[in-house]
């Protein structure tokens, strides 16, 4: 009887979604408590023990504290840059699209409230090469906003004196959401976002010329 050959298997799919599942979860919960008690405070201890898990289970996933630092930091980019790609890919103005862009960013921003606030606060805790990365992803976003609005500008629909530094603005505006919105507050997700689009549109908006 000849030994048949070993032939190899690619990971299943389910594999692979129970892997990513078991990640995200481990996200999740570090970021609860990055946000809760800050980033030097909380050990991987802390996050098995709130995942009823041992501390060896995380490190099948993540080398150390400082990986998962950086996977909650990067979650916001990465989200707002595809809200940004898949915003500029649908035919329309230029107001239209940002339009479409500021929605879209507000509600991540909103749905992803903790990773976003943990990246404002804990930054300077980043790896020195994550937190190049991340500035590179976050310039990348202000450098396809600011193409964005310069279209407008050229186009007549806007106004203003610097695409690059408008953009930040903008940025800046869309960021801040996450450091004062509160679910279950005064205002709802739905009313923030359409105060984003008015307050961006201003920003934007044509001046009016003074009579003559």
């Known amino acids: 009887m000849t ?3 070993t032939i190899a298997r690619k990971p299943t799919a389910l594999k692979t979604e129970v892997a990513a599942y078991k990640r995200r ?6 970021s609860h408590l990055f946000f809760a008690h800050g980033y030097e405070a909380t050990t991987l201890d802390a996050v098995a023990e709130q995942l009823h898990v041992t501390k060896p289970f ?3 996933y993540y080398r150390n504290k400082s990986e998962l630092l950086s996977e909650i930091c990067q979650t916001g ?7 940004l790609d898949e915003a500029l890919s649908v035919a329309g103005t230029a ?3 940002l339009k479409m862009v500021v929605d879209r960013v507000a509600r991540i921003i909103i749905e992803n409230q903790r990773y976003i606030s943990v990246y404002q ?6 790896d020195p090469d994550d937190a190049r990365r991340i ?15 310069q279209r407008g500008k050229d186009n007549g629909e806007f106004e203003f004196d610097d695409a690059s530094r408008t953009a930040i603005w903008v940025s800046g505006v869309l960021s801040w959401i996450a450091n004062w919105y509160h679910d279950g507050g005064r205002w709802s997700a739905t009313e923030v976002v359409m105060d984003a689009i008015i307050v961006v549109m201003k920003i934007v908006a044509k001046r009016r010329q003074p009579p003559v």
């Open 121 to 126: 606060r804990e930054e300077k805790s980043l």
């Open 25 to 30: 979860r481990i996200i999740e919960e570090a």
């Open 3 to 5: 030994d048949r050959p």
């Open 58 to 60: 995380i490190y099948s």
């Open 95 to 97: 107001t239209e699209q």
């Open 77 to 83: 980019i990465d989200l707002s840059l595809a809200a």
């Open 135 to 149: 500035r590179e992803l976050r310039h990348r976003f202000d450098t396809q906003l600011a193409a964005l609005l």
